[in-house]
């Protein structure tokens, strides 16, 4: 069992910068790929990035690709998400998964992910 809890979102203007933060639980952590997604207000649940279990590969999201920076340290259970270059367009609530993988392999749909965390909110004004 792992449990996924996120942290360091917040109210930032656009241009600006924030880092995402999953803190896991469970020595199982460094066993599972893990990922980011984001659900704007009335809008679907969305892949932004994803990371295999050593931090080997990483994958983002064409929306995301060269603002984001997904990362992990397993000696820390958590994984991070640094984003840069924020747009408004980027406002939702920003969940992390897990699953548990073999190295090298990530996962980018939501159902392939087995644990989540509770969300946090990024709100980026213009």
């Known amino acids: 069992q792992v449990q996924l809890v996120e942290s360091g979102g917040g109210l930032v203007q656009a241009g600006g910068s924030l880092r995402l933060s999953c803190a896991a639980s469970g020595h199982t952590f460094s066993s599972t790929a893990t990922a980011w997604f984001r659900q704007a207000p009335g809008k679907e649940r969305l892949f932004v990035a994803a990371?295999?279990?050593?931090?080997?590969?990483?994958y983002y999201a064409d929306s995301v690709k060269g603002r984001f920076t997904i990362a992990r340290d397993n000696a820390k259970n958590t994984v991070y998400l640094q984003m840069n270059s924020l747009k408004p367009e980027d406002t939702a609530v920003y969940f992390c998964?897990?699953?548990?993988?073999?190295?090298?392999?990530?996962?980018?749909?939501?159902?392939?992910?087995?644990?989540w965390g509770q969300g946090t909110q990024v709100t980026v004004s213009s």
């Open positions: 998964a897990a699953k548990t993988a073999p190295a090298f392999v990530y996962y980018t749909r939501n159902g392939d992910y087995d644990y």
């Open positions: 990371i295999s279990r050593g931090g080997g590969k990483t």
